[in-house]
């Protein structure tokens, strides 16, 4: 999100926000990998349930924190974002943020220091991990792997 920051002057122009992001998908911009971080999920693809919730707190969260006008950039870019997405890669079935797109933002509000956000990111995971693993010892004698 930094780097959109810095290239994103008025956070209310969609139109530049969408200039942006496009770039960012072309592969012209950021890290030339194509992909908007936090936009999408293998299993969610029309909306994620767990974001819908979570973006309340953020928004409550910004409040508090005097951050309206980031979460102003975060609402254009969840706005924009799945329409470039979906007319880039030809996708129809929906695009959406995920339960991270508002993470690193949380982490920022609530002054964790960056080099705890990767940390963050697993141990929340790591419950979900474990029950999988012994599932798949349970009841296969095979290593399950996502798609």
Do not use: C
């Not at 960012?24 to 029309?46: N, P, R, T």
């Not at 409040?63 to 309206?68: I, P």
């Not at 975060?74 to 880039?88: D, R, V």
């Amino acid at each position: 999100m930094d780097d959109i920051k810095s290239h994103v002057k008025d956070y209310e122009d969609e139109e530049e926000i969408a200039s942006y992001l496009s770039k960012i998908l072309k592969k012209e911009a950021f890290d030339q990998k194509g992909l908007i971080y936090g936009m999408g999920h293998a299993v969610y693809s029309i909306s994620d349930p767990r974001e819908r919730v979570f973006k309340g707190f953020v928004e409550q969260l910004a409040r508090d924190k005097g951050r309206e006008k980031d979460m102003t950039l975060y609402n254009n870019i969840e706005k924009i974002a799945p329409k470039l997405i979906a007319k880039q890669r030809q996708i129809f079935k929906g695009v959406s943020p995920n339960i991270d797109f508002y993470s690193g933002f949380v982490y920022d509000m609530l002054n964790i220091p960056r080099e705890l956000y990767t940390p963050l990111f697993a141990i929340a995971r790591i419950a979900g991990w474990s029950a999988h693993r012994l599932e798949e010892l349970i009841t296969t004698d095979k290593i399950i792997r996502p798609a």
